[in-house]
């Protein structure tokens, strides 16, 4: 069974940062791309950040440019989301989602997904 599962959110100040996992199981993701994609209360699930499978390719939201880095560990099937800067806009619930094929900048092109792990950035 396939699961992704995200850890590191929690409560920061603004201009802090902070860094999420998610590990993926169940199948070898060496070839898939991995994204990380938020959700506000009240708005769409939006894109992020994506890293192709072999860590080669990376792509970013505009909202995050230059703030937020997206990385693959050794094993291929953990990714990470540093995110500095931090700013009150930032604050979502954030998934992890894989997909085949690149890239990726649409929810409904990802196969799988995590629960989500909730970021909070007060003023």
């Known amino acids: 069974q396939v699961q992704l599962v995200e850890s590191g959110g929690g409560l920061v100040q603004v201009g802090g940062s902070l860094r999420l996992s998610c590990a993926a199981s169940?199948?070898?993701?060496?070839?898939?791309?991995m994204g990380w994609f938020r959700q506000a209360p009240g708005k769409e699930r939006e894109f992020v950040a994506a890293?192709?499978?072999?860590?080669?390719?990376?792509s970013y939201a505009d909202s995050v440019k230059g703030r937020f880095t997206i990385s693959r560990g050794n094993a291929k099937n953990t990714i990470y989301l540093q995110m500095n800067s931090l700013k009150p806009e930032d604050t979502a619930l954030y998934y992890c989602a894989a997909r085949s094929g690149w890239p990726g900048t649409s929810p409904s092109s990802y196969d799988y997904w995590g629960q989500g792990t909730q970021v909070t950035v007060s003023s």
């Open positions: 890293i192709s499978g072999g860590g080669g390719s990376t």
């Open positions: 169940g199948r070898t993701f060496i070839s898939y791309t």
